[in-house]
């Protein structure tokens, strides 16, 4: 959780102040009450044994008296602790304190929330597709291990910074088999049809939610009855209308199928408003007279492609992580050369990718997602404009991190002159 949390609403029950919660749980040192409303509340406090900032959610104590629901939520915190995913926020612990609230003890998240991002300040259309698609594979990544949030919104939604997205309040969540109860929980303007209806629910209604995420971001409003076209509030493509529309379908059998597929939507839609072309079947939008097809590969033109990618990226990876930090090889390093990873660091390296560089991880998966569903091994044109499309992005991946390493350099050569307290102030002063 973060202190830009959701906007809260009128508490149903009486929220312990700082000193309470103190008491209750003398492990942690409580810093303030970051938000509440009328499903619980979440402190900022801090954990002195691990040195680390947590955020702790209660839940109001007539939850704890209900033996089902407590017993459920015993169930799901342990579920939830599993889902060690970069853009899911962390659940450490959980318990009852003494004065009879459930509690979570959560990552503590330095941010916003994507609702103050929408309302407060203005998403451009690049920014609103790199959240969507970061919700996409936290969701994508949740339903894998049998887990549905069943209350996704911009609220519950946090973004550090750097853009990077955290899924919080996976506290409604529960196996995917589980048919709906009479009182549904969660957000009504976000909320499935399947979930309005009281019918057996699956990991769809998430897909339904975060496509009225994505029109928010679009648009700044959550959808009407009926609904309107983002291009009515936004200066975007008609395909973003057929792309929310197929996740907003009344029908699950007729939304994405999964979250995966549509981040592959909301990709290709992206790259096709940078000129990057896609095939048909990444194309929603209504099709001309018809053309003539590509002729298909032979499997000799196929395995070529799938080597001459693989080969690609295998190179991408191992220029942009060997890339050399020192000022004569960051000068000389414009030529991506390749030279110092053997094939057992370049091994090494994939082999640990995910968990030493999420952000080139992602880039690559985005890539390979396309292929896959844009059916790449049956277009050549396609495909090498998708070889083209990662080369190039990889190339700006690796200048970036060029220049930043240049600049290391420059700093570290600055400071080291320095003969008082170091300082961003004292290098400016420095330099002129």
Not at 252 to 269: C, H, L, S, V
Request: aromatic share 6%.
């Amino acid at each position: 959780m973060s202190e830009a949390a959701a906007p809260t609403d009128q508490p149903s029950f009486d929220v312990p102040s700082i000193e309470e919660m103190s008491a209750y749980l003398p492990q942690f040192r409580f810093e303030k009450l970051a938000a509440c409303g009328g499903m619980g509340a979440v402190y900022k406090a801090y954990q002195d044994s691990l040195e680390r900032r947590v955020g702790v959610k209660i839940l109001p104590p007539k939850f704890s008296a209900e033996q089902g629901f407590a017993d459920r939520f015993k169930i799901e915190a342990r579920a939830m602790a599993k889902l060690n995913h970069t853009n899911i926020v962390g659940v450490y612990d959980f318990g009852i304190t003494p004065g009879g609230h459930l509690y979570l003890v959560m990552e503590w998240i330095e941010g916003r929330s994507l609702h103050d991002l929408i309302h407060k300040t203005n998403l451009p259309l690049r920014k609103a597709t790199n959240l969507a698609m970061q919700l996409c594979e936290a969701l994508s990544f949740a339903h894998q291990h049998g887990i549905i949030h069943r209350d996704i919104k911009p609220g519950n939604i946090m973004v550090n910074d750097a853009d990077h997205v955290k899924v919080a309040d996976f506290g409604l969540a529960r196996p995917t088999n589980e048919a709906e109860e009479d009182n549904p929980m969660g957000t009504p303007d976000y909320a499935a049809p399947e979930i309005r209806g009281g019918s057996v629910t699956d990991h769809r209604v998430d897909i339904y939610a975060a496509g009225v995420a994505l029109y928010e971001m679009l648009t700044g409003r959550v959808p009407e009855t009926p609904r309107r076209p983002v291009t009515l509030y936004a200066k975007v493509s008609p395909r973003w209308d057929d792309i929310i529309a197929k996740a907003l379908h009344p029908d699950p059998e007729k939304r994405y199928q999964d979250a995966g597929e549509f981040r592959a939507y909301i990709n290709a839609a992206m790259k096709q408003e940078s000129g990057v072309e896609q095939p048909d079947t990444l194309d929603h939008r209504p099709k001309g007279p018809p053309q003539k097809k590509a002729a298909a590969m032979t499997q000799k033109q196929q395995m070529g492609l799938t080597f001459g990618f693989v080969g690609l990226v295998l190179a991408a990876l191992a220029a942009l992580i060997f890339w050399p930090a020192s000022k004569k090889s960051s000068a000389s390093s414009a030529n991506m050369g390749t030279a110092a990873a053997t094939p057992a660091e370049v091994s090494a390296v994939i082999e640990k990718l995910e968990q030493n560089d999420a952000e080139l991880a992602r880039l690559v998966n985005s890539f390979a997602q396309d292929w896959e569903a844009s059916g790449a091994n049956q277009s050549p044109a396609f495909a090498e404009k998708l070889r083209s499309t990662l080369l190039a992005a990889t190339k700006a991946k690796a200048k970036d991190r060029a220049e930043a390493a240049r600049r290391a350099d420059i700093v570290a050569a600055e400071l080291a002159k320095l003969s008082g307290a170091p300082s961003l102030q004292a290098l400016k002063q420095a330099a002129k």
